[in-house]
């Protein structure tokens, strides 16, 4: 009999618990089909003669049915749960993340990076699917898959392979260095001109700043539509670098409807927008990415983040392009080598559209309450200024409300600058880490985000020039909210 777990429905806390099980599920059925493919692979070497080695195809069948045991025996503990904490999804969390990495293994233990695809009295393959293959089989090319990463999140972003491309590389940053190489080689001529909207990732305004001399780059004043719009007209750029949310203590956001919009109707040129959505991911209406014979649009993000939901396995990128693109982009990424490769790509979770667009407003509303709920306090307004763009005093709280999702993170600086150091900065995350220890609440410490267990850091890389300042991102645990908000606080105030 199926506990309340089941029929409680999808909020509060108990949506991650559902979650989970449909990721355990899906990792359920790739174990079993691993499973299909050694048995697969033993007969067909039977029956050609070739050698395989008995102890390792067992050995490999036992480590597929020892995780697919263990898995069900997790999931059956979620489904009959009465009551489902911070600690037991984070459990559930970790049985995940080694469920996919088993997955990963017994697939890839036997494959090769160059697979044969025909042969006598050796074995260098694994996927039979190889065999007698039109394609060269070069773990560098396209393969199988990728190919299933690419078609999920194509999915993920609501695009349709008709009219899209999507190409996954081995990071976020590969991302970035994909559509470099496009623009280079096939965009911009001398004397063209980028514009770059006031912040863009830092790692992307280096590579920018050291594009050949022939390139000029001019960045824009203001984040508003009509400031960016009369800057285009200004500088007639051949391509235009614009971020939905900037990874900032300001976090300011670009209205990217409005703007495109507004470039179809005044620019009378070839114009290329490139967007970085990692900030955003998988939350941009798909409409936004359309593109058209005016503006192309082209779209890049990490997946190391949000794309993962957090479990953090391996590092990934994806960057979408027009459909007819796709053979250029493919060269392209096949000649740098930035593809993702076929292991990170076997332990790349596999999740529905839906569910991953639930989650993703479920941290957005995370956000939202614990910036509302520090925003509010006595204690913090005597300390600093705390920062959301869905605070009705964030200079773009429209744009966010149109969206309806403005990222995951809140973020804080001291009202004294003294106190924007990261030493400083780090003793409240420790003095915040001990408050949410006591309380009962899930709190990290580091970079980066996208897990699903609240994380606190001092950013100090993301802005040339910038404070260090203060980064809650809010995870996925909605119910600790106010235990999260309460412990930051308490922290601040002690400081």
Known sequence: MAGPLLTAGRDGLLDQAVDLIEHFDSCLRGLYRAQLDLDEHVAYCRSRGLPYDEPVISHLAESAQYARRCIAERRSALVAADDVAGQPLSTAEGVLRWGLATL?????????????????????????????????????????????????????????????????????????????????????????????????????????????????????????????????????????????????????????????????????????????????????????????????????????????????????????????????????????????YRHAADMFPRFQPATYRARMRRIGDGARRIAALLGADPRVQAAGQVCHPSLPDHPDAAVARDLGFAGGCVTFLFHDPDHNTKDGLNAVIDRAIERARLSGAQLTKGASFGFSVPRLSAADAFAEGEPPFLRLYAGDRGAQAGLLAEALAQALHQH
């Open 104 to 340: 990963a293994y017994v697939r890839d233990a036997l494959e090769w990076c160059s697979a044969s695809y025909a042969q006598a009295g050796a074995v260098q393959f694994f996927d039979l699917a190889q065999q007698d293959s039109p394609k060269v089989n070069y773990e560098r090319y396209e393969h199988a898959a990728v190919e299933r990463v690419e078609r999920q999140l194509l999915d993920t972003l609501g695009l349709t392979p008709d009219r899209h491309g999507l190409s996954v590389t081995s990071s976020g940053v590969a991302a970035y260095s994909l559509v470099e190489s496009f623009l280079l080689r096939d965009r911009l001529r001398p004397g063209d001109t980028v514009l770059i909207a006031p912040y863009v990732y830092f790692e992307a305004a280096e590579q920018l700043s050291a594009l050949p001399p022939h390139v000029e780059i001019r960045w824009a004043a203001r984040y508003e539509t009509d400031d960016l719009v009369a800057d285009v007209l200004r500088h007639r750029p051949r391509c235009v670098f614009a971020d939905p949310l900037t990874n900032t203590a300001q976090q300011r956001m670009i209205d990217l409807g409005a703007l495109v919009e507004r470039l179809r109707a005044v620019v009378t040129w070839p114009i290329t927008l490139v967007v970085d959505g990692t900030m955003t991911s998988g939350m941009l209406p798909p409409g936004l990415l359309a593109g058209d014979d005016a503006v192309e649009i082209l779209y890049y993000e990490s997946c190391s983040k949000y794309m993962q939901l957090g479990l953090d396995s391996n590092m990934a990128g994806l960057v979408a392009y027009p459909a007819h693109l796709g053979e250029r982009f493919g060269l392209l990424r096949r000649n740098s080598g930035s593809i993702l």
